[in-house]
């Protein structure tokens, strides 16, 4: 009987270690900087399939099982500078995706006209990827409809819809909201940029979304978005866990180790 269960125990320990390698494909973060020995830590730490900085290029090695996603952020000479490395070969479009212009309603972010932007959408053609919309605020907002309308008219390719959502531990009222722009749009889905906020907290210990709200959002929220078929991926944001708003989802504490929350997102599968 000893040698019996010695046996069927030695038998199942690569089970247990290759399930708990095997990531979502779907799950996602957005870090900023370009590189470093920190961050690449950080990124390894939590077991992602794709990663993105905001720009167009990574000068990191790469993250294991994890792909870099390029960004043209907007009509700036940086984003334009690396625009020839953005471009591929024509059969590798639906295996090369590119996010676009973030946040061009707002004034301290891309700041781009919906003119502007529909100008400049054949040149995001041209790199032959496959290509996610601009990403406001929020997604069904007169700037983006005014975009997606006008996209529309002149025949412009747009593979899939990229949404920001930062709310309170509501996943219902979440997963309703990703609904509802499906049906708006009838595209699949990137969720580029979600958190949970308090809009209203002044200072961290003010925030009344603890990390155990946090938690609890994702054990409800993430298995429903790897059911969702049109939800093709989705990057938590994470930022100082000081930050009086967002602090309390952040993933990582000063010293880059995981906090909580971020221990939980990286353990999460599917």
Sequence with gaps: MKILLFTIAIAMIPLFASAAEKSSAKKGV???GQSGESIEKQLESLNISWHYNWTPTWKGKKINHAEYVPMFWGDRPWCHSGFSGLQVDRSKMQTSPLLTFNEPDRANQSNMTVAKALEMWPMMEKTNRRLGSPVTVHADNAWMKEFMKEA????FRIDFICVHWYGVNDPDNFINHIESI???????IWITEFAIADWKAKDI???KEKPADVIRFMKKALPKLEKLKYVERYAWFTCSTKSATLGNSGLF???GSLTEVGEFYSKFAK
């Excluded at 529309?152 to 025949?155: I, L, N, P, R, S």
């Excluded at 499906?182 to 699949?188: A, F, N, R, S």
Aim: contains cysteine.
């Design 30 to 32: 957005c870090l900023g």
């Design 152 to 155: 529309e008219k002149k025949k």
């Design 182 to 188: 499906y049906k708006l749009y009838k595209k699949p």
């Design 205 to 207: 210990k003010d925030n």
């Design 253 to 255: 504490k000063d010293d």
